[in-house]
């Protein structure tokens, strides 16, 4: 997408340990704009599919998943992160290791909200090395609902993430594919 790739190479901040920052326009202060036209990418890209649900981890992925969630007319709902091992028979949980903090967080969700006549599009703002995704595929399988696909505003691609859900054929599409960014370079995939 265009629009978000102008976006990084004017905004973004390579930062040490293969993270970028982008908290001026997508996941701290927040360019509504963008994130409307974002959601209308993924209902243009995934509007085949007979998505119910937009599902995501918070906290960053919310208002992505809100915009595509608006632009498919149906609820987004993110998975919450629970530090605590106390978790009771009603929600679904998954173990998610962040990649910016490495810490592990327990991912729930509420059965009410996630059942087996949900087709679930998963959002969220990167791809990194994939344990987000895997984290939100396993509460979805819990669920016995099924898959549209996810939907990733960056995904970076020389990390192992993108592979990784790909060769469990899942659909993945991601708006902008960074290649490398060495020397705070930022080269996207052709
Ligand atoms: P993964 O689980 O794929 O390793 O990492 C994805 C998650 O880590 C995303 O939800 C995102 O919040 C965070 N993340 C991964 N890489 C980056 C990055 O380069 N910059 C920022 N700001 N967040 C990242």
Same mark, same amino acid.
């Given at each position: 997408?265009?629009?978000?790739?102008?976006?990084?190479?004017?905004?973004?901040?390579?930062?040490?340990?293969?993270?970028?920052?982008?908290?001026?326009?997508?996941?701290? #202060?927040?360019?509504?704009?963008?994130?409307?036209?974002?959601?209308?990418?993924?209902?243009?890209?995934?509007?085949?599919?007979?998505?119910?649900?937009?599902?995501?981890?918070?906290?960053? %992925?919310?208002?992505?998943?809100?915009?595509?969630?608006?632009?498919?007319?149906?609820?987004?709902?993110?998975?919450?992160?629970?530090?605590?091992?106390?978790?009771? %028979?009603?929600?679904?949980?998954?173990?998610?290791?962040?990649?910016?903090?490495?810490?592990?967080?327990? !991912?729930?969700?509420?059965?009410?909200?996630?059942?087996?006549?949900?087709?679930?599009?998963?959002?969220?703002?990167?791809?990194?090395?994939? #344990?987000?995704?895997?984290?939100?595929?396993? !509460?979805?399988? #819990?669920?016995?609902?099924?898959?549209?696909?996810? %939907?990733?505003?960056?995904?970076?691609?020389? #990390?192992?993430?993108?592979?990784? !859900?790909?060769?469990?054929?899942?659909?993945?599409?991601?708006?902008?594919?960074?290649?490398?960014?060495?020397?705070? !370079?930022?080269?996207?995939?052709?």
């Amino acid at each position: 997408m265009q629009r978000l790739e102008d976006r990084i190479l004017k905004d973004g901040v390579v930062k040490g340990g293969n993270i970028l920052k982008v908290d001026s326009f997508l996941n701290h #202060q927040i360019d509504v704009s963008l994130y409307d036209e974002i959601g209308e990418e993924f209902h243009r890209l995934f509007k085949d599919e007979p998505v119910t649900k937009v599902l995501t981890v918070e906290s960053s %992925g919310i208002g992505l998943a809100v915009a595509t969630a608006r632009a498919f007319g149906v609820p987004a709902l993110f998975a919450k992160k629970n530090r605590t091992r106390n978790i009771d %028979g009603e929600v679904y949980s998954a173990a998610v290791e962040s990649f910016t903090s490495g810490i592990t967080y327990t !991912i729930i969700v509420s059965k009410r909200f996630l059942t087996t006549s949900d087709h679930v599009l998963i959002i969220d703002d990167f791809l990194a090395k994939g #344990q987000a995704l895997l984290g939100l595929l396993g !509460i979805v399988n #819990q669920s016995g609902a099924s898959v549209a696909g996810c %939907g990733i505003a960056i995904e970076k691609g020389f #990390q192992e993430g993108g592979k990784l !859900i790909r060769d469990k054929g899942i659909r993945v599409e991601s708006l902008a594919i960074i290649d490398s960014m060495e020397d705070g !370079i930022i080269k996207f995939r052709r």
